[in-house]
T-cell receptor, first 111, second 115 residues
Framework: GDSVTQMEGPVTLSEEAFLTINCTYT??????LFWYVQYPGEGLQLLLK?????DKGSNKGFEATYRKETTSFHLEKGSVQVSDSAVYFC??????????FGPGTRLSVLP | DTAVSQTPKYLVTQMGNDKSIKCEQN?????MYWYKQDSKKFLKIMFS???????INETVPNRFSPKSPDKAHLNLHINSLELGDSAVYFC??????????????FGPGTRLTVL
């Protein structure tokens, strides 16, 4: 079946550092790919998404590019802030209504 | 307006009790889900309903029973609660287009503690 793998962390960075959270997937066909963010005590919310190969999703300074050749959707941000501290989930949606989430990566940004 | 709402936000109860969690979405989506999130933040899908019909029923104890009175509501009833049921339960909804679910919208979660 479909699956998502991401670095589990925790990832600890200083403010203004560059962030990369790796995500790779296994799926048949052409799934949609998503990054969700969960702030402490809250539900998951969509950060960005891409629905086809080479699409780039972006939001709040975060970016991820759908790479079909490497089956990856790595999340990047050029300069993180303390307010970015959260858990980040990579996910995919494929035909047959499966929505698969990765295990989540906890990010802590220190001032 | 809250897109996906859940009640209650917190639920503390004794082992063996029966409890329910309610979920409502006002997005007009046709599919709703229940997830369980453990203390390590791992998210596990439990159930999925499309237009009031059960689609996904992952391996969960039959003490858990979802009920969807209409496509805007999906409730979760849990019988004979056990310590291992303690977790955060999330409701979500999405629209399915051409057989594939679009963005899922999550509720704020219900933190269940079984004593």
């Amino acid at each position: 079946g479909d699956s998502v793998t991401q670095m589990e962390g925790p990832v600890t960075l200083s403010e203004e550092a560059f962030l990369t959270i790796n995500c790779t997937y296994t799926a048949t066909g052409y799934p949609s790919l998503f990054w969700y963010v969960q702030y402490p005590g809250e539900g998951l919310q969509l950060l960005l998404k891409a629905t086809k190969a080479d699409d780039k999703g972006s939001n709040k300074g975060f970016e991820a590019t759908y790479r079909k050749e490497t089956t990856s959707f790595h999340l990047e941000k050029g300069s993180v802030q303390v307010s970015d501290s959260a858990v980040y989930f990579c996910a995919l949606s494929n035909y047959g209504q499966n929505f698969v989430f990765g295990p989540g990566t906890r990010l802590s940004v220190l001032p | 307006d809250t897109a996906v709402s859940q009640t209650p936000k917190y639920l503390v109860t004794q082992m063996g009790n029966d409890k329910s969690i309610k979920c409502e979405q006002n997005l007009g989506h046709d599919t709703m889900y229940w997830y369980k999130q453990d203390s390590k933040k791992f998210l596990k899908i439990m159930f999925s309903y499309n237009n009031k019909e059960l689609i996904i029923n992952e391996t969960v104890p039959n003490r858990f029973s979802p009920k969807s009175p209409d496509k805007a509501h999906l409730n979760l009833h849990i019988n004979s609660l056990e310590l291992g049921d303690s977790a955060v339960y999330f409701c979500a909804s999405s629209q399915v287009t051409s057989g594939r679910a679009d963005t899922q919208y999550f509720g704020p979660g219900t933190r269940l503690t079984v004593l």
